[in-house]
């Protein structure tokens, strides 16, 4: 597995398919191959004529583990994705993120404007803005804990559990969600750039509505994905469609 460092963080990731490229960034306590490989993002891209790379983000996947929030700011984690495309030697490229992906995509569209060809926002809504659409505490609570079993807040489980079964390092991921999570004001939405598209479940209550979200945003597109909630519309096929449909319309 290719990997590069950034300022001592080893970065772990994949780079397959030929084509436009489009950088995709994945959401907390997952990894380029459960969010991405497995859901089936990566073939699809590929054939669809795309060159798809994913990374690991610092203290998931392969990456570097670190245990001090203030490393994972996101404006911090934005640029470990700015620094891979500086290391693949891409001027610019399409870059998709998925919740916490997605914010560390919309932190690099705002400083790098010109390195994000377009930007696809998946599994955040209007909680982007001024807020965050999880309980913190509770899934750090949750992954501290010393047992699932001792777990009782249910989205404090269901976090627990999926970050044991992606086999993460759990303290890494309790000082990724203590330092990750800043907001972003309507203010700096309005000064986005790049084409946006805008996705989420309509079901999903971590993110909010799409639809709010990408009015904040000039020119941006809403994509509701039907009966999906934060977990369940990231591999969803309308989502996929909007997706391709919205990269080619770039072309």
């Known amino acids: 597995m290719p990997s590069f460092d950034h300022d001592g963080v080893e970065i772990a990731f994949l780079d397959e398919g030929e084509g436009e490229p489009i950088v995709l960034v994945h959401g907390f306590g997952s990894n380029k ?10 073939a699809t891209l590929a054939r669809a004529g795309r060159r798809v790379i994913a990374l690991d983000n610092r203290g998931h996947g392969a990456s570097t583990k670190l245990y001090d929030p203030a490393a994972y700011h996101s404006a911090i984690m934005a640029e470990d994705v700015r620094a891979l495309l500086d290391h693949l030697g891409l001027p610019r490229a399409d870059v998709m993120g998925y919740s916490m992906g997605a914010r560390n995509t919309t932190f690099l569209a705002l400083a790098h404007p010109t390195r994000v060809r377009a930007a696809v926002l998946g599994g955040v809504g209007i909680r982007l803005v001024g807020g965050v659409g999880l309980s913190p505490n509770v899934i750090v ?38 330092g990750s999570r800043q907001p972003l004001e309507a203010a700096a939405l309005a000064a986005m750039q790049p084409p946006v598209l805008v996705a ?3 079901k999903d209550e971590v993110a909010g509505s799409a639809e709010d979200l990408a009015a904040l945003i000039p020119g941006a ?31």
């Open 221 to 251: 597109q809403a994509l509701t994905i039907p009966g999906r909630d934060h977990m369940l519309a990231v591999g969803d096929r309308v989502f996929k469609a909007g997706v391709l449909k919205f990269l080619a319309e770039r072309n």
């Open 200 to 202: 989420a479940g309509s």
């Open 33 to 42: 191959d459960v969010n991405w490989v497995a859901p089936g993002w990566v």
């Open 141 to 178: 609570q949750a992954l501290e804990a010393p047992s699932l079993a001792a777990v009782s807040d249910p989205t404090g489980r269901l976090f627990r559990a999926f970050a044991e079964q992606t086999k993460s390092d759990l303290h890494a991921l309790s000082a990724c969600l203590r």
